[in-house]
């Protein structure tokens, strides 16, 4: 088992049976247990979780629709007037069981309903062990811009099991596989060259390189918990990312994860493009990621209601586009302002345009 202590919370990587869930669920064996899963999870990872503790035995099941275009208001309405039915109290504690779209909207559900109930995240993507459930960020979508709606709160544990990844599609382990790539880009090259050579169709995702994700994330998360600054490099790809996932989510959708992968591509050329990164690191970073993250192509003509998109991310100050770029792997550089004509630029110049 490997610990990782953050400033306010416990994350423990390792068999989720022996980690510190089985305390935290003694000192609420008089309180309701509230489970949330999606349909995968439910099917996938609750049995073994309830089988587990004798104190999930009386637990309240909560069944949300998967899939990103459900990590909205509509679902939260629903689980809140579940709640109020159920009386729920402030005392009583909600497990989040899920990939990322759980976790997020688990936690943000939990931080409104009666101005705070605790919560613990028990990830089971990929992409939410190293990512979404560590951090504190709780969110839910408003239509096609991402995670609009959302609450600074930290959970009250982070329970990581990688064996819940056996059922996981490979898909989404190519997503998850993206924001460990990030975290190397960002901050560390020595994570970048170990994880650049992970076939995520083969590989098995083991503690210890899940925890060296994870820790990569707390040094960043606790210098700057509220993104004032330098936590704003973990949007690095995201800036182009979450506005191709939201411009694609009621067509062609891809995973979060592929989304950052295509808006790293673009960034880094962008990185390029403004004297930042060397062509030669881009050449690495191209060459790996579009040989894994296979390109999307658009219509010039779509690019104005992509740009449209970019102009919503939470990064923006004065109307204008801010993004995270590189200065080379392992670095990143905050608040670059950047225009239309730059990344109208960059997606001709890595095809990802369809020349007529
Ligand atoms: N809060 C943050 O800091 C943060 C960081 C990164 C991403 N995110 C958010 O995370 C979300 C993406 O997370 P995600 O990729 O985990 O999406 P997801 O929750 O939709 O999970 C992906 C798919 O995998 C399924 N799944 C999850 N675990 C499984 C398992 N063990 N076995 C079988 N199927 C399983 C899910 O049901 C879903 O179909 C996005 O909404 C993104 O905005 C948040």
């Not at 490997?2 to 510190?20: K, M, P, R, W």
Request: glycine share 8%.
């Amino acid at each position: 088992m490997i610990h990782i202590n953050t400033q306010d919370y416990l994350v423990s990587i390792g068999s989720f049976s022996e980690s510190n869930l089985g305390s935290i669920l003694e000192a609420y064996s008089a309180a309701k247990k509230i489970i949330l899963v999606d349909e995968n999870t439910h099917d996938c990872c609750l049995e073994a979780l309830i089988t587990t503790f004798d104190d999930l035995a009386d637990a309240e099941v909560m069944l949300l629709p998967s899939g990103e275009e459900n990590k909205v208001m509509e679902v939260c309405f629903q689980v809140w007037e579940a709640w109020s039915e159920y009386k729920v109290s402030r005392h009583d504690l909600v497990l989040n069981l899920g990939g990322g779209v759980v976790t997020d909207m688990g936690g943000f559900m939990a931080s409104i309903f009666k101005r705070g109930l605790n919560f613990v995240n028990i990830p089971t993507s990929l992409l939410s062990m190293v990512d979404a459930s560590v951090g504190g960020k709780t969110g839910i979508d408003l239509g096609v811009y991402k995670n609009q709606l959302g609450l600074f709160v930290n959970p009250l544990a982070v329970i990581v099991d990688p064996g819940f990844l056996n059922t996981l599609p490979v898909e989404e382990k190519w997503s998850g596989l993206a924001e460990m790539l990030k975290h190397g880009l960002i901050a560390s090259k020595a994570h970048w060259d170990i994880v650049k050579f992970i076939d995520a169709s083969e590989d098995v995702f083991g503690a210890e390189i899940i925890a060296a994700s994870i820790e990569i994330k707390r040094t960043i998360v606790e210098a700057d918990f509220h993104e004032k600054n330098i936590r704003k490099k973990l949007n690095f790809g995201h800036t182009i990312g979450h506005a191709l996932e939201g411009y694609l989510l009621f067509s062609a959708k891809i995973s979060h994860g592929h989304a950052v992968a295509l808006g790293m591509m673009l960034e880094a050329q962008l990185s390029v493009e403004k004297g930042l990164l060397s062509s030669t690191e881009n050449e690495e970073i191209q060459t790996y990621l579009s040989k894994n993250y296979p390109k999307v192509q658009f219509q010039a003509s779509e690019l104005p209601a992509i740009f449209e998109l970019m102009k919503n991310d939470k990064k923006n100050r004065n109307q204008e586009i801010q993004s995270v770029l590189l200065s080379k792997i392992g670095e990143a550089v905050i608040d670059q302002v950047v225009h239309f004509e730059e990344i109208e630029k960059v997606f001709h110049t890595l095809n990802f345009i369809q020349e007529d």
